[in-house]
C-alpha cells in the first residue's frame, strides 16, 4: 500500500472521528445543569442574587446591551448560539477576568464548546467589560460558582 492511501486512511479516520465527536454533544461531560433545549432557549437554570453591587448592575445594563443577544438573558447561553457564562468552566480559576477583556476584544477561538469562534465584540470598552465581568461574577456567585 503507498504511503498516499495510508494518509488518505488516516485522514478519513480522523475526519469521521471528528465529525462523530462533534456530533454527539456540544460541551464536555459533567458540566452542570444545562438543560436539554431548542435552538435560542436558555442553556441553563440561573438563579439571580438578591441585589447586585454598584458595579454589577452597571455590567448588566451594558451585558443586556452587548452580550445578552449571543449569551442570553442573565448569561445563560443559547442552545446552538453561544454558551452560558453561568457556568464552572468560566469559574476565576479557569477564566480569569482577563480572559473575558481578550475575548471581547480579539474574539476567541472555539475550545471549550462547539457553537463556533466567538467574534470581537464592536464599540466595548476595557471599562465596559469590568463591570460586565463584576455582573457575571456576582451571578456565577449566586449558582455556586467560585
Not at 488516516?10 to 456530533?23: D, R
Not at 447586585?52 to 451594558?62: C, D, R, Y
Not at 482577563?98 to 467574534?119: C, D, E, I, Q, T
Request: aromatic share 8%.
Amino acid at each position: 500500500m503507498s504511503r498516499n492511501a495510508i494518509y488518505g486512511i488516516f485522514a478519513v479516520i480522523l475526519l469521521g472521528t471528528g465529525y462523530w465527536w462533534t456530533s454527539t454533544s456540544r460541551m464536555p461531560s459533567g458540566s452542570g445543569s444545562i438543560v436539554p433545549s431548542e435552538v435560542g432557549a436558555p442553556m441553563a437554570t440561573v438563579v439571580l442574587p438578591d441585589a447586585l453591587s454598584a458595579n454589577a448592575e452597571i455590567g448588566k445594563l451594558a451585558f443586556d446591551a452587548k452580550c445578552a443577544v449571543c449569551h442570553g438573558t442573565n448569561a445563560a447561553g443559547q442552545d446552538g448560539v453561544a454558551p452560558p457564562l453561568v457556568h464552572k468552566i468560566y469559574e476565576p480559576g479557569h477564566h480569569g477576568d482577563a480572559s473575558f477583556l481578550l475575548a471581547a476584544k480579539n474574539g476567541v477561538r472555539a475550545h471549550h464548546w462547539r457553537f463556533g469562534n466567538m467574534p470581537p465584540v464592536e464599540g466595548i470598552t476595557d471599562g465596559d467589560v469590568k463591570m460586565i465581568v463584576a455582573y457575571v461574577r456576582e451571578l456565577q456567585r449566586a449558582n455556586g460558582i467560585n
